[in-house]
């Protein structure tokens, strides 16, 4: 039974060349990953974190681990209501994101991580 949401895909890169956005992203992260975190439960956030570059080790201590963007797969009722949650997270009002970036695309999608 569908609840007239559908799924979106948002990625957007850190200001990783601005070191002051990134201590920023250090001290807002856990507001962050809470309020997303909050949003789990009703399924409006499917899944997320940070995105690594080509570079990384995933699987190696943080060190070895570059993000530099982030990506978030919603369920919500319109790219519209995407963009207000996302302008309204730290990472948006506190500078960490290249706001002109920011890409909110839908997405066709299935598999045992999405919930309906």
């Known amino acids: ?10 990625a957007a890169p850190y200001k990783v ?3 002051e956005a990134m201590k920023r992203r250090d001290a807002h992260r ?4 809470q309020r997303l975190t ?12 940070p995105m ?14 570059k993000p530099h963007g982030s990506f978030i797969i919603f369920r919500a009722e ?9 302008e309204a997270d730290l990472f948006y009002t506190q500078d960490i994101w290249v706001k002109d970036e920011i890409r909110i ?7 045992p991580a999405l919930k309906p």
């Open 30 to 33: 856990p507001a962050h990953v």
């Open 52 to 65: 690594l570059t080509a570079d990384s080790n995933p699987a190696g201590p943080p060190a070895e681990q």
């Open 78 to 86: 319109s790219a519209a209501k995407v963009r207000e949650i996302i």
């Open 1 to 10: 039974m569908s609840d007239g949401r559908h799924l979106f895909v948002f």
């Open 38 to 49: 909050s949003m789990w439960s009703d399924g409006t956030v499917q899944l997320g974190g």
């Open 17 to 19: 060349n601005d070191p």
């Open 105 to 111: 695309n839908p997405i066709l999608a299935a598999g």
